[in-house]
């Protein structure tokens, strides 16, 4: 029985060294606030961690299952044997490029179906390998746990700012400028340390993917996925977007980017994307040539079918993706423009001029004052005064009476409910 994988020291010393200074962190927050505050302002910080915490959220796309994808499953049970991770409980296919997991309790794995025609078989379970090493490290509990923790922070300094802008008593003010000053500046110190862990965790899911899969197969796998996806996030969405506006749509997408893709110099345009990835302070990903850098490149060379084929009847999947995606689009589509329209509005209801400082308020009201009674619209139109038969302005003589409307005419105001 093959033994679990043994990750080399020095990269568990990095990966630890920084779990210990984002612990410190974490801890030294909660203690400062305790410290120089008072013990309200300590309770009320947690509520929005425990808000973050407990808050579920349903990852797009469709569910997948192992009656209808049987040789993907068995690639993800293979996987999670070498590994020696449990299974996750739930996989679902999104219309986007990007390949996750999720989940501190219900182990969860998302794949993203654009970039699935570029790679091969060996590939493609290099990648999932990679995300099944987050599993092996933990990460999805411990990191998961940090990111709400951020997500928390940033939380709490926007209660601050809420507290300055709707409180008028200028004590009352005061506090709410240092709960969102100092929130603010804590929350970009604590995700300085929280990403230093993030990129240290990415080097060990990369090196246990390279062990499960073969290190030229990580290689080549991150390669193709990394610069397909930079290609299809940038021009798949600009198509998209042309053809609704001209009230169309793509049938399959995937298919059609895949196809212009080939027409690309992939080589040289994959060479531009090593040599500018850059290392950020505020990347949750290590840039992507010190990756490749990490693993060592073999002689050994697999070769294996496509990606494609692991799941059964993949062009149907596609363009069901397809209609998704253009829904996506198509309502950001819609929102954006919405956006703009309220801003010309200045904010104010379409309908009764209420004023609003949030498009989801003002929408939601728009709607009801649309359907509310009190609602009314002027429409000023000629009748005849003999018959009040309705008669077009050009009209000399009424159509119904023959009253001549040079003698007889008048105007009438009505009030229409719309």
Not at 156 to 173: E, R, T, Y
Not at 227 to 238: C, H, I, L, R, T
Not at 244 to 268: P, T
Not at 360 to 388: F, G, T
Request: hydrophobic share 40%; glycine share 4%.
């Amino acid at each position: 029985m093959r033994q679990k994988i043994k990750v080399p020291f020095l990269l568990r010393l990095k990966v630890y060294s920084a779990l210990l200074f984002t612990l410190i962190s974490f801890l030294g927050l909660y203690y400062s606030i305790y410290y120089y505050f008072d013990i309200v302002i300590f309770i009320a910080s947690l509520i929005p961690l425990f808000i973050i915490f407990f808050k579920k959220s349903k990852l797009p796309g469709i569910k997948l299952k192992k009656k209808d994808h049987p040789k993907l499953f068995d690639l993800f049970e293979e996987v999670a044997q070498v590994t020696k991770t449990s299974l996750p409980k739930e996989v679902y296919l999104t219309p986007d490029s990007g390949i996750f997991v999720t989940g501190a309790f219900t182990k969860k794995i998302s794949i993203g179906i654009a970039a699935l025609r570029e790679l091969s078989v060996d590939e493609f379970k290099a990648i999932v390998a990679h995300e099944f090493g987050h599993f092996y490290g933990n990460d999805t509990i411990v990191g998961g746990f940090f990111q709400r923790v951020g997500r928390s922070l940033e939380m709490s300094s926007h209660f601050g700012k809420k507290v300055w802008d709707a409180i008028p008593i200028l004590n009352v003010a005061i506090i709410g400028v240092v709960i969102m000053v100092f929130f603010k500046i804590y929350s970009y110190i604590f995700h300085i340390v929280n990403f230093t862990y993030s990129r240290q965790i990415e080097y060990r899911a990369d090196y246990v993917a390279a062990q499960v899969a073969g290190n030229n197969n990580f290689r080549n796998g991150l390669l193709k996925y990394v610069a397909f996806s930079k290609f299809f996030n940038v021009v798949a969405y600009n198509r998209i977007i042309n053809l609704l506006s001209k009230n169309k749509a793509y049938v399959n997408v995937y298919d059609v980017m895949h196809k212009q893709y080939l027409k690309q110099d992939i080589k040289k345009n994959t060479k531009i994307i090593l040599e500018t990835s850059i290392w950020n302070l505020f990347s949750t990903h290590p840039p992507l040539k010190s990756r490749i850098n990490a693993i060592e490149e073999t002689k050994i060379m697999n070769s294996s079918g496509e990606a494609i084929t692991l799941f059964n009847d993949f062009k149907k999947l596609e363009e069901k993706m397809t209609g998704t995606i253009s829904h996506q689009v198509y309502d950001h589509i819609k929102i954006k423009h919405e956006y703009d329209e309220a801003v010309k509005r200045m904010g104010k209801c379409r309908y009764c001029q209420k004023q609003f400082n949030k498009l989801d308020k003002l929408l939601k009201h728009e709607n009801d004052c649309k359907k509310s009674n009190d609602v009314v619209k002027e429409v000023s139109y000629h009748v005849c005064k003999k018959c009040n038969h309705k008669v077009d302005d050009q009209d000399n003589k009424c159509k119904n009476c023959k009253a001549f409307l040079a003698v007889d005419g008048a105007v009438k105001i009505v009030k229409e409910k719309i």
